[in-house]
């Protein structure tokens, strides 16, 4: 029965929400089919008319939008194309999410998480299976040889690298937990529980470094924040306890061997990154910088420097990251607002958790800017205005 009741929600949909659920969930193809699907939708949005409204309405960002017209101008500037290509697909995204944010209601996000879940799952399975060499990786040098890096026996699946796919195992786990606080179908809660173990799985294939401390972490920020009494320190010590089980643990295969060699090139990329912000500390040279410039210092190509933190300030300088700082401002009032709610804390702890997987995971890698990992995110971040001008949680 409860199975009928999902498909009865799907069938209740508008054909907006059904076609909007339909490019939600095809993140999961190969990236190209992904952005396929995703330019032709907004083309449809252009076609029926609401594409004029969606831009007037999004013209209310000024901060935004400036930001990205930065991004582009000094991309330009410094004849960087990807970070031109980049900019173009800030602007894309800013669109498309500006329409979801309109579309977005409580039971439309509930079953759109659900949705990530479920394909998670599956995505999972593929992963045991690429690691076990059972199915080949897939293979991008039909777009260009340059974009296919094999990864040894390190899982993938449909998302281009190990870590980019490592780090969408971490958000899910968090809707995992955000999904079992906030349901009282027993069905939903065992499933979400096969599902958190299935992606810790496919986790472990991906053989991601970075991603276990980030997990742990992001664990114990939601658990402290939805709990706060003492299960939450002994659930949260738990929680560590699996994630360094996990993390050292040489049966399973995570490439803790190799992390001292690993470290010296990440310092190396690092400190390349730094040279390069040196160069043009207050501007920057649009996303890509490092990808764009490494050769001018004679530095070893990488397609960025290999942290959030660094990356961010040499690709957009002192000024670009100003900009996105004040950008960042009213969401962060609004969880600020929340946490004064207690029931609101399921949610603040979901958005909480996904901000401390990309802290800590954006230390060692850049990750998040990644066209299916980025997108991930967002779906789950922009649902902050409807959750914050909500009255109580919605539970089913």
Same mark, same amino acid.
């Given at each position: 029965?409860?199975?009928?009741?999902?498909?009865?929600?799907?069938?209740?949909?508008?054909?907006?929400?059904?076609?909007?659920?339909?490019?939600?969930?095809?993140?999961?193809?190969?990236?190209?089919?992904?952005?396929?699907?995703?330019?032709?939708?907004?083309?449809?949005?252009?076609?029926? !008319?609401?594409?004029?409204?969606?831009?007037?309405?999004?013209?209310?960002?000024?901060?935004?939008?400036?930001?990205?017209?930065?991004?582009?101008?000094?991309?330009?500037? =410094?004849?960087?194309?990807? &970070?031109?290509?980049?900019?173009?697909?800030?602007?894309?995204?800013?669109?498309?999410?500006?329409?979801?944010?309109?579309?977005?209601?409580?039971?439309?996000?509930?079953?759109?998480?659900? !949705?990530?879940?479920?394909?998670?799952?599956?995505?999972?399975?593929?992963?045991?299976?690429?690691?076990?060499?059972?199915?080949?990786?897939?293979?991008? +040098?039909?777009?260009?040889?340059?974009?296919?890096?094999?990864?040894?026996?390190?899982?993938?699946?449909?998302?281009? @690298?190990?870590?980019?796919? &490592?780090?969408?195992?971490?958000?899910?786990?968090?809707? !995992?937990?955000?999904?079992?606080? +906030?349901?009282?179908?027993?069905?939903?809660?065992?499933?979400?529980?096969? =599902?958190?173990?299935?992606?810790?799985?496919?986790? @472990?294939?991906?053989? @991601?470094?970075?991603?276990?401390?980030?997990?742990?972490?992001?664990?114990?920020?939601?658990?402290?924040? +939805?709990?706060? @009494?003492?299960?939450?320190?002994?659930?949260?010590?738990?929680?560590?306890?699996? &994630?360094?089980?996990?993390?050292?643990?040489?049966?399973?295969?995570?490439?803790?061997?190799?992390?001292?060699?690993?470290?010296?090139?990440?310092?190396?990329?690092?400190?390349?990154?730094? =040279?390069?912000?040196?160069?043009?500390?207050?501007?920057?040279?649009?996303?890509?910088?490092?990808?764009?410039?490494?050769?001018?210092? &004679?530095?070893?190509?990488?397609?960025?420097?290999?942290?959030?933190?660094?990356?961010?300030?040499?690709?957009?300088?002192?000024? !670009?990251?100003?900009?996105?700082?004040?950008?960042?401002?009213?969401?962060?009032?609004?969880?600020?607002?929340?946490?004064?709610?207690?029931?609101?804390?399921?949610?603040?702890?979901?958005?909480?958790?996904?901000?401390?997987?990309?802290?800590?995971?954006?230390?060692?890698?850049?990750?998040?800017?990644?066209?299916?990992?980025?997108?991930?995110?967002?779906?789950?971040?922009?649902?902050?205005?409807?959750?914050?001008?909500?009255?109580?949680?919605?539970?089913?």
């Amino acid at each position: 029965m409860k199975s009928i009741g999902i498909i009865e929600k799907l069938k209740s949909l508008s054909k907006q929400e059904g076609l909007l659920l339909g490019v939600i969930l095809s993140i999961f193809l190969p990236f190209y089919l992904f952005v396929i699907i995703f330019i032709s939708y907004l083309l449809w949005l252009v076609y029926t !008319g609401e594409m004029k409204g969606i831009l007037k309405r999004l013209s209310q960002h000024p901060v935004l939008l400036f930001f990205i017209a930065y991004s582009t101008a000094i991309s330009l500037l =410094a004849q960087n194309v990807m &970070g031109v290509v980049s900019s173009v697909a800030m602007f894309l995204f800013a669109i498309f999410f500006y329409y979801y944010q309109s579309q977005l209601t409580p039971k439309f996000f509930r079953l759109t998480i659900e !949705g990530i879940l479920a394909l998670s799952v599956f995505a999972a399975a593929f992963a045991a299976l690429e690691h076990f060499q059972i199915v080949k990786k897939f293979d991008y +040098t039909f777009l260009s040889p340059r974009m296919q890096v094999w990864h040894q026996n390190r899982a993938e699946v449909a998302f281009f @690298n190990p870590n980019y796919y &490592g780090i969408i195992c971490c958000f899910c786990i968090m809707i !995992g937990f955000y999904l079992i606080s +906030t349901t009282k179908l027993r069905w939903l809660r065992i499933f979400s529980m096969i =599902a958190i173990f299935a992606n810790l799985f496919g986790l @472990n294939f991906t053989q @991601n470094r970075t991603a276990f401390p980030a997990i742990i972490f992001g664990a114990i920020i939601y658990l402290f924040t +939805t709990i706060k @009494n003492w299960r939450a320190f002994w659930l949260s010590v738990g929680v560590f306890g699996v &994630g360094l089980a996990f993390l050292f643990s040489s049966d399973l295969g995570v490439r803790m061997g190799t992390l001292d060699s690993s470290m010296e090139e990440r310092v190396s990329i690092w400190n390349a990154g730094m =040279a390069l912000f040196k160069q043009n500390p207050f501007w920057g040279e649009g996303p890509l910088t490092y990808m764009h410039s490494f050769p001018r210092i &004679g530095a070893p190509y990488h397609e960025h420097a290999h942290s959030i933190y660094i990356d961010t300030i040499l690709s957009y300088g002192v000024v !670009g990251t100003v900009l996105l700082g004040i950008a960042s401002s009213t969401p962060v009032r609004m969880l600020i607002d929340m946490s004064q709610v207690p029931s609101k804390r399921p949610i603040l702890g979901l958005y909480l958790s996904f901000l401390t997987v990309v802290a800590v995971h954006g230390i060692f890698d850049l990750a998040l800017f990644w066209i299916q990992s980025s997108f991930i995110f967002l779906l789950v971040m922009c649902s902050l205005p409807l959750k914050h001008s909500m009255i109580d949680e919605f539970v089913d």
